[in-house]
């Protein structure tokens, strides 16, 4: 069975994400989120070449550019501007749920085995797997966390997934589409961010298990 350098790049952009959930430092979690997105990127470059299209060429460089460097740092701003570091509140412990995004990651294997290969690819068995472990793996960082800037990192990191999915099963997807996407994306961090800023202020704390109960002004 082989395996191409796009499904190497995506398996690792995978495992990268796992450990996002071994840690609670914010900071941490951005480097392996633009570490994770930059293999996705490099993932959409190969994938251009191995089917010789120079367009998706163009949308791994945006992906480059906005999600593993604009968006980490607008979050790096953000978490100072917010002062916190940590995400201590976390409802499962970071080994825990780093060996549960593993074995989520090995049953996105079995889950995807019987998915058959799009039209012109040798095998999408590995691309499949490693696009439903980082939506897998995005659901665990929402659930198990408590701040909501550690969500919305969750959020992205699902996002990242369903990309990867539809790059891997469909050969690239047309590019006036996944431009629209990263729009889309761009503009709901942003959105997110103001959200986090508001909440912060209106509770003095972006703890999202204590938001259960109206506060009067």
């Not at 412990?93 to 039209?119: N, Q």
């Not at 691309?127 to 980082?134: F, K, R």
């Not at 997807?173 to 986090?196: F, K, N, T």
């Amino acid at each position: 069975m082989t395996i191409t350098a796009t499904e190497i790049c995506v398996l690792t952009a995978a495992l990268l994400a796992c450990l996002m959930v071994g840690s609670l430092h914010l900071r941490v979690n951005l480097w392996l989120y633009s570490l994770s997105t930059l293999c996705i990127a490099a993932a959409t470059a190969t994938s251009a070449l191995e089917h010789s299209e120079m367009g998706p060429i163009f949308i791994a460089i945006l992906i480059a550019l906005l999600k593993s460097v604009a968006i980490p740092k607008f979050f790096s701003w953000a978490i100072d501007k917010l002062h916190v570091q940590r995400d201590l509140g976390a409802m499962v412990t970071p080994p825990l749920a780093m060996h549960a995004a593993i074995l989520l990651f090995a049953l996105s294997f079995i889950l995807t085995k019987e998915i058959p290969s799009p039209a012109g690819s040798v095998n999408g068995w590995f691309g499949a797997a490693g696009g439903i472990s980082l939506v897998f793996t995005g659901l665990l960082l929402m659930l198990t966390r408590r701040l909501a800037i550690s969500q919305i990192f969750g959020f992205l990191v699902i996002e990242n997934g369903i990309y990867i999915f539809a790059l891997t099963q469909t050969n690239g997807m047309p590019l006036i589409v996944e431009m629209g996407v990263l729009l889309d994306v761009l503009v709901g961090v942003m959105v997110s961010g103001l959200l986090l800023f508001k909440i912060q202020k209106s509770f003095e704390h972006i703890d999202v298990a204590q938001l259960t109960q109206l506060k009067e002004y």
